[in-house]
Nanobody, 121 residues
Framework: VQLQAFGGGLVHTGGSLTLSCTAS????????IGWFRQSPGKGREFLTGISRAGSAVSGADSVKDRFTVSRDNAKNTVYLQMTRLKPEDTAVYFCAAGRFVGLLENVYEYWGQGTLVTVSS
């Protein structure tokens, strides 16, 4: 299974951005997907995730009311919609596939390469 996260870029404070995660080697409809991010000098932070059945799992309090996960199995894609972005959201964002959607990195077996999101103040 290979995952690819893309859609990052430069956005101004208060703006929105949607990241996409696609899979190859297995249909994304069969995968539980989590979204993480990593800022310079910090560990990976679980943001949110979505199960194969479509149930969303919330993660970091700092993004709960701003970030939304969804999936479109017909397009083999899981999305992370990010709104009201802040400079502290600047990070590399990763999608990962695991046995279930959990907060810890070790439940995930496959990781995408990450996409950089930069929020300017």
């Amino acid at each position: 299974v290979q995952l690819q996260a893309f859609g990052g870029g430069l956005v101004h404070t208060g703006g929105s951005l949607t990241l996409s995660c696609t899979a190859s080697g297995r249909s994304i409809s069969l995968l539980n997907i989590g979204w993480f991010r990593q800022s310079p000098g910090k560990g990976r932070e679980f943001l949110t995730g979505i199960s194969r059945a479509g149930s969303a799992v919330s993660g970091a309090d700092s993004v709960k009311d701003r970030f939304t996960v969804s999936r479109d199995n017909a397009k083999n894609t899981v999305y992370l919609q990010m709104t009201r972005l802040k400079p502290e959201d600047t990070a590399v964002y990763f999608c990962a596939a695991g046995r279930f959607v959990g907060l810890l990195e070790n439940v995930y077996e496959y990781w995408g390469q990450g996409t950089l999101v930069t929020v300017s103040s």
